[in-house]
């Protein structure tokens, strides 16, 4: 063999086995990255969840069949529409026909059940007993009542049927113009008390952002023993149809900007409080979990994307959750949750005054972007 064929041979047997180890290296590679791959478990109100995401309670509660394409699709638990006090109030009423007196009363209410005819808490309770045995993803239930007995009652009523937690849906209007924003919260701390005085299973607090200072009532909540938070609940509104001169309730659902107001609270109260906080309200894609997380929250609820972009969207939310993950080389929740809250950063005005002060230091470049 000369020695030029000599060379050649060892070149080839060189570039041989430079490609078996590229070949080996990559196929290594994977199996570490599968193994590695990003954990999305989170913690919620004491329950672990495989990843953030819970459908929120609504009117999917009533279509079995829409509730297990979402489980399917990845949601990790989900909240069985509320019980309204209106449905214990008038079980044994007609319903339809004792509606009108409490039309004023709860706009939500009306709203979700313009024509009830199987509205009562026995139905609910049962077609919520039968959601917790179809489905293997934990299921919360949702109670809003108005007088203590009906907490309570209620409360073990619905946890009876096996959820994995109640969710107390402080849906209040004011009505009363004698009535103090502090009785108010006073007679919903009493409410949390006595529930988790009765029940064994975790209870959180659905709350709307109308308080004074919701940073003291959350906290207030917290030392009654609320086990979690849902910021923010969304309030039906009525509307007025001008052509006919009468009130309407239209469907209520959120725009994806209206995410910003949980931004704001998730990050103060992250890192103050024993209870976990889930985000609410305009959570549409994968992204603004990742934002909610960020912020501090353990786990989002999410309801108008669903509407908009059917339940099987969630697949594609966690897809961009996961992504978002491993381009960051995130390995869990817990690796990224509350890295830009209110305690983690350095800057005191981002959660507090941040537009008036962006606005005075950028006042120019504000006013040239809208002329
Ligand atoms: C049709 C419908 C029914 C709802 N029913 C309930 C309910 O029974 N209890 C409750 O706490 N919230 C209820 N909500 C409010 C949602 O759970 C959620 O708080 C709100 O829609 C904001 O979240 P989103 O922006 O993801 O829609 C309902 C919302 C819709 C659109």
Redesign the pocket.
Known sequence: MQRSEKYLLFFTFFLNLSYLFIVLYTEITKTHNLIQMATLTTQHMGVTLKNPLIL????LSNNLDKLIEAEKAGVAAL?Y??LFEEQIQLEDNDLSNQLEAYDERNA?MIN?FPKIEHGGPKEHIHNLKQVVEALSIPVFA?L?AVYKESWVEYALQLEATGVAGL?L?F?SVPRDFDKSGHDVILQQIESLKAVKAAVKIPVSV?LSPFYTNVLKTIKDMDDAGADAFILF??LFEPDIDVEAEKHVSP????THS?HRLSIRYIGLTHGNLNASVAA????YEGIDMVKMILAGASAV?????F?HNGVGYAAEMLKELEEWMDRKEYDSIEAFRGKLSSKSINDPFVYKRAQYIDMLLKSEEHFNAVI
């Open positions: 929120g309670a609504c009117n909240v529409r509320s939500e979700l949702s809003n969710e849906n849906f659905k609940n969304r469907w209520n659902l959120s209206d609410n309200n305009g959570i609820e999410a309801v108008s994307t509407y």
